[in-house]
């Protein structure tokens, strides 16, 4: 059974440009959520993918998007790069949307927005 | 969603059980108690969830008491390996996937 993989592992991006990360979920996963944590703290939900939509949002501002292909991969797009999106992003994928299923996490791409 | 209360951090022996406590005095009938680690520079791992029931698999044991306001993971012979911060978190199980983390608790595992 493959877990979650994400990449780049890293990732340095300037002010204002726009980044694209990528999550394989976990074989037999459908549903694919993203995270942001800021270093210490606790990961906060940006968004959650299931069926190609978008199922539920945190409080994150239209520039991040997010796309979920036939296979259940997902990309995280953040525009116009601020500084404050530095931090570690992670994917995390479960079964289905609903249910007591767990989430289970990749190790993240640490991005550093300079 | 409701609100978890943990210890910011505590220590323990190394093969000694830790007991991490955990409340949620405001939980509902329909929200589960998750625990998730997280282990330096990694993502968070699932460990156990329930609703109800005390369970109990390869990692840990999670023991919630009757009224469902608290509950404690245990592990069962700590290891340096374990030395990470522990998320308790309260969800309902419903199509908005979203888990709401808190501080956590920074577990330290000393030999």
């Known amino acids: 059974e493959t877990g979650v993989t994400q990449s780049p592992t890293h990732l340095i991006k300037t002010r204002g440009q726009q980044v694209t990360l990528r999550c394989s979920s976990q074989?037999?996963?459908?549903?694919v959520s993203w995270y942001q944590q800021a270093l210490g703290q606790g990961p906060q939900f940006i968004f959650q993918?299931?069926?190609?939509?978008?199922?539920g949002r945190g409080n994150f501002p239209p520039r991040f998007s997010g796309l979920q292909f036939p296979n259940y991969s997902s990309e995280l797009n953040v525009n116009a790069l601020e500084l404050d999106d530095s931090a570690l992003y992670l994917c995390?994928?479960?079964?289905?949307?609903?249910?007591?299923?767990?989430?289970?996490f990749g190790n993240g791409t640490r991005l550093t927005v300079t | 969603d409701a609100k978890t209360t943990q210890p910011p951090s505590m220590d323990c022996a190394e093969g000694r059980a830790a007991n991490l406590p955990c409340n949620h005095s405001?939980?509902?009938?329909?929200?589960?108690v998750y625990w998730y680690r997280q282990i330096h520079s990694q993502g968070p791992q699932y460990i156990i969830h329930g609703l109800k029931n005390n369970e109990t698999n390869e990692m840990a044991s999670l023991i919630i008491t009757e009224d469902r306001k608290s509950s404690t993971l245990i592990l069962p012979h700590a290891t340096l390996r374990d030395t990470a911060v522990y998320y308790c978190?309260?969800?309902?199980?419903?199509?908005?996937?979203?888990?709401?983390f808190g501080a956590g608790t920074t577990v330290t595992v000393r030999a």
């Open positions: 993918y299931y069926r190609e939509e978008e199922n």
């Open positions: 995390a994928s479960s079964l289905d949307p609903a249910g007591d299923s767990p989430l289970h």
């Open positions: 978190i309260v969800r309902v199980a419903s199509r908005d996937y979203k888990l709401s």
């Open positions: 074989s037999g996963h459908n549903t």
């Open positions: 405001t939980i509902s009938g329909n929200e589960y």
